[in-house]
């Protein structure tokens, strides 16, 4: 249904004049195909059988050379966003995981957690419900701290990339997709 109702914004927005002969998602361009079947929730575009082929063909174009992405300018999306990672869990800040010369990295990799173990005396990296927890300790200008920070790895998205699309109103809705075959 929600493929309907993005096919139906696309060709309502083209400079095509209506027709009495039904539209064919097969009709729209390339980028069209692409956010349409972008867009394909339930299933992914994995499972619809007429996305395989625009989909396929993105993912081999991107691999070349001066790739430019597919715009569907009728309906008003743009090129698509990607966020690798999920957000951080609430009470927890985005960090990194390596560092470089000239401080941290900018791969926006972990979840901290700045601890005052000072007030919290019985808190431990055990306590977090994290398999894989780093302890960072800062140390004051006497050589000790209250403060500790527990890093635990950023979860990655299963569906990096997103499209905005306005409805009927204007407003945007996101939908996340991925491009792994």
Not at 71 to 93: L, S, V
Request: hydrophobic share 35%.
């Amino acid at each position: 249904m929600r493929q309907r109702l993005i096919l139906a914004a696309i060709v309502a927005g083209s400079a095509f004049t209506p027709s009495a002969t039904p539209v064919k998602a097969e009709d729209a361009s390339w980028g069209c195909q692409v956010l349409l079947c972008a867009a394909s929730q339930n299933p992914s575009w994995h499972g619809v059988s007429y996305c395989v082929p625009p989909m396929t063909k993105l993912i081999a174009a991107m691999k070349k050379p001066g790739f430019s992405w597919p715009i569907c300018h009728e309906a008003k999306a743009g090129r698509p966003g990607h966020e690798a990672y999920e957000d951080c869990p609430a009470g927890t800040t985005v960090g990194s995981s390596s560092q470089t010369r000239n401080g941290w990295s900018s791969e926006p990799d972990q979840c901290i957690k700045t601890i005052d173990v000072c007030r919290s005396p019985g808190l431990r990296a055990s306590d977090t419900d994290q398999s894989s927890v780093v302890i960072r300790r800062s140390f004051g200008d006497r050589g000790d701290s209250c403060i500790q920070q527990i890093a635990t790895p950023r979860p990655r998205r299963a569906d990096p990339y997103y499209f905005d699309i306005p409805n009927e109103q204007g407003v945007k809705q996101r939908f996340w997709f991925n491009l792994n075959h």
